[in-house]
């Protein structure tokens, strides 16, 4: 059996943006730049930040991820979703319909999302040769070891698999805090 080995990527509160979205909350016309690179190929974190407002709380300078894409997405931890006053749903990134609802302001703008607030699922990104090298499927529910000072298995782990991405894991700030992870550690699929 094959040691099947991942590095951890913890993920903060960040959003990704509609074109539209963009133009609303920036200007028209307006194109996102480029910061610094993230693990994923072509994905960034941009150098523009937006403010979200919920009906408690709000947070200034949410980082944007680009490039855009083709709805708006914004990802907290449950402590985030407590400070703002809202209930997202954990899901897969994507799955925002029947999500909660946010607002955004941008220096052009605003813009009321009806749905779009989401706590990401904790996922592996696999290209499909590490997925056929490791034996997991796109979907598949994997159980994760952390063998930190904290260690601890994550349970309902989503294997995300594409020739588009590089062998990376996902996790929340509220998770990674908990375990004791850091970004760039190491753990173990083992089931």
Same mark, same amino acid.
């Given at each position: 059996?094959?040691?099947?080995?991942?590095?951890?990527?913890?993920?903060?509160?960040?959003?990704?943006?509609?074109?539209?979205?963009?133009?609303?909350?920036?200007?028209?016309?307006?194109?996102?730049?480029?910061?610094?690179?993230?693990?994923?190929?072509?994905?960034?974190?941009?150098?523009?930040?937006?403010?979200?407002?919920?009906?408690?709380?709000?947070?200034?300078?949410?980082?944007?991820?680009?490039?855009?894409?083709?709805?708006?997405?914004?990802?907290?931890?449950?402590? +985030?979703?407590? &400070? !703002?006053?809202?209930?997202?749903?954990?899901? /897969?990134?994507?799955?925002?319909?029947?999500?909660? @609802?946010? $607002?955004?302001?941008?220096?052009?703008?605003?813009?009321?999302?009806?749905?779009?607030?989401?706590?990401?699922?904790?996922?592996?990104?696999?290209?499909?040769?590490?997925?056929?090298?490791?034996?997991?499927?796109?979907?598949?529910?994997?159980?994760?070891?952390?063998?930190?000072?904290?260690?601890?298995?994550?349970?309902?782990?989503?294997?995300?698999?594409? +020739?588009?991405? &590089? !062998?990376?894991?996902?996790?929340?700030?509220? /998770?990674?805090?908990?375990?004791?992870?850091?970004? @760039?550690? $190491?753990?173990?699929?083992?089931?």
């Amino acid at each position: 059996m094959v040691h099947r080995e991942v590095t951890i990527g913890v993920s903060a509160r960040h959003i990704h943006l509609s074109q539209e979205h963009v133009e609303l909350l920036f200007g028209k016309g307006y194109e996102l730049t480029a910061m610094k690179p993230l693990s994923q190929p072509e994905q960034y974190a941009a150098n523009e930040t937006v403010a979200v407002v919920g009906p408690k709380g709000s947070f200034g300078k949410v980082r944007i991820l680009g490039p855009a894409r083709k709805q708006t997405q914004l990802e907290v931890s449950r402590t +985030d979703a407590f &400070a !703002l006053g809202v209930n997202p749903p954990v899901r /897969e990134s994507g799955d925002v319909k029947g999500s909660a @609802g946010i $607002k955004l302001q941008g220096p052009a703008g605003e813009v009321e999302i009806e749905e779009g607030v989401i706590v990401a699922a904790r996922h592996i990104h696999f290209h499909t040769s590490d997925a056929e090298k490791y034996g997991v499927a796109d979907k598949q529910q994997l159980r994760v070891r952390f063998a930190g000072e904290r260690g601890v298995v994550f349970e309902q782990v989503v294997a995300r698999v594409s +020739d588009q991405y &590089a !062998l990376d894991m996902h996790i929340d700030t509220d /998770e990674a805090n908990a375990a004791g992870v850091k970004n @760039g550690d $190491k753990a173990e699929i083992i089931d």
